[in-house]
Nanobody, 121 residues
Framework: QVQLVESGGGLAQPGGSLRLSCAAS????????MGWYRQAPGKQRELVAT???????NYADSVKGRFTIAMDNAKNTIYLQMNNLKPEDTAIYYC???????????????WGQGTQVTVSS
């Protein structure tokens, strides 16, 4: 069993900061890529940022220059440092991982349960 657990969500003021964490646990053999997605009420889920095990990052245009994704390979954990938050960042943030399980061939996508981020005055 593989589980992705997000943490760090909460309430922030515009211009403030939050740091999200996502820890992958279970029978993990290797991780190919992990990332953050978000879904606001009435909107489609959208990509926020991704990072490969080799450190290659990708960001949505809306968060470039404000958000930073990082990975701790030893801990199978990714982070999303969110600075200069805007009300438009309000959403449920989901962790995603493409990984291979021990004793199983091929890779599989896994999703976390989501963590709420609210940006409001």
């Amino acid at each position: 069993q593989v589980q992705l657990v997000e943490s760090g969500g909460g309430l922030a003021q515009p211009g403030g900061s939050l740091r999200l964490s996502c820890a992958a646990s279970g029978s993990i053999f290797s991780i190919s890529v992990m990332g953050w997605y978000r879904q606001a009420p009435g909107k489609q889920r959208e990509l926020v940022a991704t990072i490969t095990r080799g450190g290659i990052t990708n960001y949505a245009d809306s968060v470039k220059g404000r958000f930073t994704i990082a990975m701790d390979n030893a801990k199978n954990t990714i982070y999303l440092q969110m600075n200069n938050l805007k009300p438009e960042d309000t959403a449920i943030y989901y962790c995603n991982g493409l990984l291979q399980r021990m004793m199983m061939a091929g890779t599989t996508n896994y999703w976390g349960q989501g963590t709420q981020v609210t940006v409001s005055s």
